[in-house]
């Protein structure tokens, strides 16, 4: 052998050729970090949308929206997303590049909040409709940027701790949420006291729109990081849907949509129970959201455990039984202790449905599907959405003011906790009818029959204080 060939050339520096353990340490850092920076951008996102788009509702009612408004502002941007995150899986082939996708839509999204504020001193009387169409622009370059990121975030996730560390993220969401409702609670509440309203929101409008820059930020810096991403497999969402996608996801994918449609019929209503019928403060209402928001942070760990334990079809089946009766609560009671009791164990509940929701998706996928397929998930939520919206805002005009059985009468505030009762009774016909029809699609060891009961947060904490130990109990 010629030896000489490969000798290096005289004041020039051998080039180091990288071992395989040093190329594993890169990767491992270079995932290390996006973590790092993917817990960051929950950060961001949290407090835009706990100061932001939160209290959408709330500023619609300062435009003297209408009920039926309320319920389109609630459905149709998010029915926007519908070919918005399609369309961006399309766009992404002829762009290649991320990056370029997440900064265009995260900073078009932020100045969408310009708009917004001028509409109290441009045309009040128009505001309710110009602020749906702000929201459509605004939830649109949301949606452009969902899938890609997604799929982005998953990479850097192992399988066999993608549950604990989609539980560390939600945890900071949850906590950033519960300062930024607090804190923007107190500001527009201010602003209701000093009969300047528009200031209030003008200021934590203002927040969210940095907020979103710096979720942006973030964004780019997990794309550069990251490998770059994978080509989808050649054939559109029709063939991904009927061949590729098995008959577990296609049903989970049902299940999905119709849970969303079930509660869209009460959810954007509740503000209006609250401020309009209640006569809640703003910072009454930002108290009840917190309530929600805080039981998440307390729970997500625990249900994050469980799903990567168990998985997420277990979660799913026992968050998916126990939220039909959560709306229910509404009808008992208007005092405001006990509705934030109802809202923090809805929060319980919540926690580890959305978490198992998510979960199940990335888990049923390959890595080549996987942002066609969670756009083809978040598209059918959207349907569910924007349906259940704006049938919740048909029913609340049906629903009557009050129920009468012989000599016992029911009169509520108003007809919406009739219309929080139906929603619940219809998340139970769906959990019972669809839970059953599809599998999980992990290979995960099925716990003994009663065992989860055991692992539920609160129960398993309380349980480990007890003098006894209970066997059912896992460590």
Same mark, same amino acid.
């Given at each position: 052998?010629?030896?000489?060939?490969? =000798?290096?050339?005289?004041?020039?520096?051998?080039?180091?050729? %990288?071992?395989?353990?040093?190329?594993?340490?890169?990767?491992?850092?270079?995932?290390?970090?996006?973590?790092?920076?993917?817990?960051?951008?929950?950060?961001?996102?949290? =407090?835009?949308?706990?100061?932001?788009?939160?209290?959408?509702?709330?500023?619609?009612?300062?435009?003297?929206?209408? %009920?039926?408004?309320?319920?389109?502002?609630?459905?149709?941007?998010?029915?926007?997303?519908?070919?918005?995150?399609?369309?961006?899986?399309?766009?992404?082939?002829?762009?290649?590049?991320?990056?370029?996708? @997440?900064?265009?839509?995260?900073?078009?999204?932020?100045?969408?909040?310009?708009?917004?504020?001028?509409?109290?001193?441009?045309?009040?009387?128009?505001?309710?409709?110009?602020?749906?169409?702000?929201?459509?622009?605004?939830?649109?370059?949301?949606?452009?940027?969902?899938?890609?990121?997604?799929?982005?975030?998953?990479?850097?996730?192992?399988?066999?701790?993608?549950?604990?560390?989609?539980?560390?993220?939600?945890? #900071?969401?949850?906590? #950033?949420?519960?300062?930024?409702?607090?804190?923007?609670?107190?500001?527009?509440?201010?602003?209701?006291?000093?009969?300047?309203?528009?200031?209030?929101?003008?200021?934590?409008?203002?927040? =969210?729109?940095?907020?979103?820059?710096?979720?942006?930020?973030?964004?780019?810096?997990?794309?550069? @990081?990251?490998?770059?991403?994978?080509?989808?497999?050649?054939?559109?969402?029709?063939?991904?849907?009927?061949?590729?996608?098995?008959?577990?996801?296609?049903?989970?994918?049902?299940?999905?949509?119709?849970?969303?449609?079930?509660?869209?019929?009460?959810?954007?209503?509740?503000?209006?129970?609250?401020?309009?019928?209640?006569?809640?403060?703003?910072?009454?209402?930002?108290?009840?959201?917190?309530?929600?928001?805080?039981?998440?942070?307390?729970?997500?760990?625990?249900?994050?455990?469980?799903?990567?334990?168990?998985?997420?079809?277990?979660?799913?089946?026992?968050? =998916?039984?126990?939220?039909?009766?959560? %709306?229910?609560?509404?009808?008992?009671?208007?005092?405001?202790?006990?509705?934030?009791?109802?809202?923090?164990?809805?929060?319980?509940?919540?926690?580890?449905?959305?978490?198992?929701?998510?979960?199940?998706?990335?888990?049923?996928?390959?890595?080549?599907?996987?942002?066609?397929?969670?756009?083809?998930?978040?598209?059918?939520?959207?349907?569910?959405?924007?349906?259940?919206?704006?049938?919740?805002?048909? @029913?609340?005009?049906?629903?009557?003011?009050?129920?009468?059985?012989?000599?016992?009468?029911? #009169?509520?505030?108003?007809?919406?906790?009739?219309?929080?009762?139906?929603?619940?009774? @219809?998340?139970?016909?769906?959990?019972?009818?669809?839970?059953?029809?599809?599998?999980?699609?992990?290979?995960?060891?099925?716990?003994?029959?009663?065992?989860?009961?055991?692992?539920?947060?609160?129960?398993?904490?309380? #349980?480990?204080?007890?003098?006894?130990?209970?066997?059912?109990?896992?460590?």
């Amino acid at each position: 052998m010629n030896h000489s060939a490969t =000798a290096p050339l005289p004041h020039s520096s051998p080039e180091k050729i %990288p071992l395989a353990n040093e190329l594993e340490t890169s990767e491992g850092e270079a995932k290390a970090r996006s973590q790092q920076y993917g817990v960051r951008d929950a950060a961001c996102q949290a =407090a835009a949308q706990g100061g932001g788009e939160n209290y959408f509702s709330a500023f619609a009612l300062l435009l003297h929206a209408s %009920p039926f408004q309320i319920a389109i502002l609630s459905a149709l941007p998010q029915l926007i997303g519908v070919g918005a995150q399609p369309a961006s899986v399309k766009l992404l082939q002829y762009l290649r590049v991320p990056s370029r996708l @997440l900064i265009a839509g995260g900073r078009a999204q932020a100045f969408c909040w310009l708009p917004i504020l001028s509409l109290p001193l441009l045309a009040l009387d128009q505001g309710p409709w110009l602020l749906i169409g702000c929201a459509m622009l605004y939830f649109g370059f949301g949606h452009v940027t969902t899938p890609i990121w997604n799929s982005l975030l998953v990479d850097v996730a192992e399988a066999e701790s993608r549950g604990a560390y989609f539980a560390r993220r939600a945890r #900071t969401t949850a906590l #950033t949420s519960f300062l930024a409702l607090g804190l923007a609670g107190a500001i527009l509440t201010l602003g209701q006291r000093w009969e300047m309203s528009w200031i209030g929101f003008l200021v934590i409008f203002l927040g =969210a729109a940095a907020a979103r820059m710096g979720a942006t930020t973030c964004q780019a810096h997990v794309s550069r @990081l990251m490998p770059a991403h994978r080509l989808e497999a050649p054939h559109g969402f029709r063939h991904f849907l009927t061949k590729a996608a098995n008959r577990d996801f296609r049903r989970f994918l049902l299940f999905s949509g119709l849970m969303h449609f079930a509660v869209l019929l009460s959810g954007p209503f509740f503000v209006l129970y609250l401020l309009r019928d209640l006569h809640w403060s703003y910072l009454q209402y930002a108290g009840w959201m917190a309530s929600s928001i805080s039981a998440q942070f307390l729970t997500l760990r625990p249900w994050g455990r469980i799903g990567d334990r168990y998985g997420n079809k277990a979660l799913l089946t026992l968050t =998916a039984s126990a939220v039909p009766f959560l %709306p229910m609560g509404y009808l008992l009671s208007e005092q405001y202790l006990f509705l934030l009791v109802v809202n923090f164990f809805g929060g319980v509940i919540w926690a580890g449905l959305s978490l198992g929701l998510q979960n199940y998706v990335f888990d049923s996928l390959r890595a080549e599907e996987r942002t066609r397929g969670v756009a083809l998930a978040n598209a059918m939520n959207t349907v569910g959405w924007g349906l259940g919206a704006l049938t919740g805002g048909w @029913l609340a005009t049906l629903m009557p003011a009050e129920l009468s059985l012989g000599s016992w009468h029911l #009169t509520p505030a108003s007809n919406l906790p009739f219309l929080f009762c139906l929603s619940g009774g @219809l998340r139970l016909v769906i959990a019972m009818s669809l839970l059953r029809t599809f599998a999980e699609p992990r290979s995960i060891v099925s716990p003994p029959p009663g065992h989860l009961v055991w692992e539920l947060p609160f129960l398993k904490s309380l #349980t480990a204080l007890l003098p006894w130990k209970n066997p059912r109990v896992a460590p």
